[in-house]
């Protein structure tokens, strides 16, 4: 047997394969040269980061990001200075509580107190995986993992071009974790929908709603 039908197409699948290669090496490059260096001008810093040179202006105006101006038209960041940056501003999501309804009364004796907790807000510092690490864990897909994020709106970030997931969330959804080594008995779909008398769509919702472990 041959994986291709013809020696055209074993060909061309060559050269695609050696394309992909090139256009890795060519994306990741840049990346490789910058960990080389100190100080970086706004453009390379946009690519360390994986965001925009305007987004990294406005870093900068915003004092968040230090930079020195050399010139009119020459500017650089420190790369250590971009690594503090993220040690100092830890992702915070602000989950606010729920208001109580305000009073009609002219009464405002305690008027500042009521405001504080119409105000009231709850701070908190959340946990991360990576979305390599989700789906090693869980043993799901990249386009699921999207998809719930999604769906359940799982806080998340990007750092240097990689999302990062709240893991509070992402185990409440995904449920806990368990080790699949020790499980010994295991039932194909079509087992368990004739064992039961259901079809194989199903045993898949059942299994999804449960979050009953499953392996390929």
């Given at each position: 047997m041959q994986k291709y039908c013809s020696e055209e197409c074993a060909e061309q699948a060559k050269e695609n394969k050696k394309k992909r290669q090139r256009d890795f090496l060519r994306a990741v490059e840049p990346v490789m040269?910058?960990?080389?260096?100190?100080?970086?001008?706004?453009?390379k810093a946009a690519i360390l980061l994986g965001c925009t040179r305007q987004y990294v202006y406005k870093?900068?105006?915003?004092?968040?990001?230090?930079?020195?101006?050399?010139s009119s038209r020459m500017a650089l960041v420190r790369k250590s200075d971009i690594e503090n940056m993220f040690e100092a501003n830890p992702y915070n999501r602000?989950?606010?509580?729920?208001?109580?309804?305000?009073?009609?009364?002219?009464?405002?004796?305690?008027?500042?107190?009521?405001k504080a907790k119409e105000e009231r807000?709850?701070?908190?510092?959340?946990?991360?995986?990576?979305?390599?690490?989700?789906?090693q864990i869980y043993k799901v897909k990249q386009s699921w993992?999207?998809?719930?994020?999604?769906?359940?709106?799982?806080?998340?970030?990007?750092i240097?071009?990689?999302?990062y997931y709240s893991k509070k969330h992402i185990d409440a959804v995904f449920g806990t974790t368990i080790d699949l080594d020790a499980i010994v008995d295991w039932l194909s779909p079509q087992e368990v929908a004739d064992r039961y008398g259901i079809n194989l769509t199903a045993v898949r919702s059942y299994a999804h709603r449960h979050k009953i472990p499953s392996k390929p």
């Open positions: 040269e910058l960990q080389q260096q100190e100080y970086l001008t706004f453009s870093l900068v105006e915003q004092g968040k990001l230090p930079a020195s101006r050399l602000v989950l606010p509580c729920t208001k109580p309804k305000k009073s009609v009364s002219k009464k405002i004796k305690n008027s500042a107190k009521d807000a709850t701070d908190e510092v959340l946990e991360y995986y990576s979305g390599e690490e989700v789906k993992l999207y998809a719930s994020a999604k769906r359940h709106q799982i806080p998340m970030c990007r240097a071009g990689r999302n």
